[in-house]
C-alpha cells in the first residue's frame, strides 16, 4: 500500500486491474484487521521496469460501502498519521534519488513525479541546472 485515505487506497501491484472490478480487501491495520470490499477506480502502468523486473502498475481503490467499525479504524489511522508524519525535507543530489531510502532505483512516472522501485516511495522531483531536488 503506498497510500491510504478516509475513502480508499493507492496500493502498487504487480498485476493490471480494469476500472470497475470490485475485490475483496484486507488492511492490517495497528491491532485489528479490516475487511471491505474495494472498487478499482484506475489502473496506471508505472514506468518502464529495470530489465529482468516485472511490470508495476498503481491501483487507485474506493471503498465500497465500509461498515461503520471498520469507517472507525481507518478514520483513526488516518487521523494518527496526520499527527505523527514527520516534516518532509528537501533532498538535494548530483543525480536522480529515493528521497526516502537514497537508493538510485528511480523511475520516472510523469513531469516532475517520481516512483522509487526499492522502497515504493512517490515523490516529487526537479533539477535546477546541475543539482536535484526532490521531495
Given at each position: 500500500m503506498?497510500?491510504?485515505?478516509?475513502?480508499?487506497?493507492l496500493?502498487?501491484?504487480?498485476?493490471?486491474?480494469?476500472?470497475?472490478?470490485?475485490?475483496?480487501?484486507?488492511?492490517?491495520?495497528?491491532?485489528?484487521a479490516?475487511?471491505?470490499?474495494?472498487?478499482?477506480?484506475?489502473?496506471?502502468?508505472?514506468?518502464?521496469?529495470?530489465?529482468?523486473?516485472?511490470?508495476?502498475?498503481?491501483?487507485?481503490?474506493?471503498?465500497?460501502?465500509?461498515s461503520?467499525?471498520?469507517?472507525a479504524?481507518?478514520?483513526?489511522?488516518?487521523?494518527?498519521?496526520?499527527?505523527?508524519?514527520?516534516?518532509?525535507?528537501?533532498?538535494?543530489?548530483?543525480?536522480?534519488?529515493?528521497?526516502?531510502?537514497?537508493?538510485?532505483?528511480?523511475?520516472?512516472?510523469?513531469?516532475?513525479?517520481?516512483?522509487?522501485?526499492?522502497?515504493?516511495?512517490?515523490?516529487?522531483?526537479?533539477?535546477?541546472?546541475?543539482?536535484?531536488?526532490?521531495?
Amino acid at each position: 500500500m503506498v497510500n491510504l485515505s478516509r475513502t480508499g487506497a493507492l496500493v502498487r501491484t504487480s498485476h493490471h486491474q480494469r476500472a470497475g472490478a470490485e475485490w475483496p480487501l484486507v488492511l492490517e491495520l495497528r491491532e485489528a484487521a479490516v475487511t471491505l470490499k474495494a472498487r478499482v477506480v484506475r489502473c496506471d502502468a508505472a514506468a518502464v521496469p529495470r530489465h529482468g523486473a516485472r511490470r508495476q502498475y498503481t491501483l487507485g481503490l474506493t471503498f465500497v460501502d465500509p461498515s461503520k467499525e471498520a469507517q472507525a479504524v481507518i478514520d483513526e489511522v488516518c487521523r494518527a498519521a496526520k499527527t505523527t508524519a514527520p516534516k518532509r525535507r528537501l533532498f538535494m543530489s548530483f543525480v536522480r534519488r529515493c528521497p526516502a531510502c537514497k537508493s538510485r532505483a528511480v523511475q520516472k512516472e510523469l513531469t516532475r513525479r517520481y516512483s522509487c522501485s526499492d522502497c515504493g516511495n512517490l515523490f516529487t522531483g526537479m533539477r535546477v541546472g546541475i543539482v536535484r531536488f526532490a521531495r
